[in-house]
Nanobody
Framework: QVQLVESGGGLVQAGGSLRLSCAAS????????IGWFRQAPGKEREFVGT???????ISTDSVKGRFTISRDNAKNTVYLQMNSLKPEDTAVYYC?????????????????WGQGTQVTVSS
């Protein structure tokens, strides 16, 4: 099991940038795949992207070219760099951990979740 804490959310104007961090506890962080999800009010949780233990990244089409996921295993942290933000990116953003090599886009494949951080993009 791993504990996750997200940070870096806030209010930003459309076109702006934010960098979210997902800090994890535990000495085996490098063995986990870390996913990012988001949930807007009244909507289901949506997959944003994931980074495998080896650094392979996939992301959903709506954020490609705008969002970048990276990890620093020495700091037990995964980052979500969000550029060219749009009002439709407004949501609570969650990171989640999976011991599977490739958990993909399915929330049920991620047993451990952070508490979420709010991102609000104004038009």
């Amino acid at each position: 099991q791993v504990q996750l804490v997200e940070s870096g959310g806030g209010l930003v104007q459309a076109g702006g940038s934010l960098r979210l961090s997902c800090a994890a506890s535990g000495r085996t962080f490098s063995s986990y795949s870390i996913g990012w999800f988001r949930q807007a009010p009244g909507k289901e949780r949506e997959f944003v992207g994931t980074i495998s233990r080896t650094g392979v990244v996939i992301s959903t089409d709506s954020v490609k070219g705008r969002f970048t996921i990276s990890r620093d295993n020495a700091k037990n942290t995964v980052y979500l760099q969000m550029n060219s933000l749009k009002p439709e990116d407004t949501a609570v953003y969650y990171c989640a951990a999976s011991g599977s090599f490739w958990p993909g886009a399915f929330p049920q494949n991620y047993p451990d979740w952070g508490q979420g951080t709010q991102v609000t993009v104004s038009s």
